[in-house]
């Protein structure tokens, strides 16, 4: 029986060191790389709009003039109504905006109405 071994020099782990060895200018081109990358992925867009309605207030949430949200009735309650006053709308707005900038749910709930001293 005969056996033959590896006689080369080059492992592996030679040739992923040999290949992912960074010189300055790769060091360079993947940090621009990465500026480039969060500057696109960046939530800087966000902004928020108090809206007038036929019965109150609502809220616009909009990413660099796309409207994204577009809340023209108090969240989570039973009936269709419009927020009191534009303050309502922009302190409720404000947390959604809040959630979406922190990359959370933006969702609402009645605990948060109560909170934010909503009327409902």
């Not at 006053?85 to 990359?103: I, P, R, T, W, Y």
Request: net charge positive; with cysteine.
């Amino acid at each position: 029986m005969t056996m033959t071994t590896n006689t080369s020099t080059k492992f592996f782990r030679t040739n992923i060191r040999k290949n992912f060895s960074f010189d300055t200018t790769k060091k360079l081109l993947l940090l621009i790389g990465f500026l480039i990358f969060f500057s696109c992925n960046s939530k800087q867009g966000l902004s928020l709009e108090s809206i007038k309605t036929p019965t109150g207030w609502g809220y616009l949430i909009k990413n660099n003039d796309k409207i994204i949200i577009k809340q023209s009735i108090i969240p989570v309650i039973s009936t269709e109504k419009s927020f009191q006053s534009e303050e309502e709308a922009l302190k409720v707005g404000n947390l959604v905006l809040d959630k979406l900038k922190h990359q959370t749910s933006p969702t609402i709930t009645k605990k948060d109405l109560i909170l934010l001293s909503i009327k409902i």
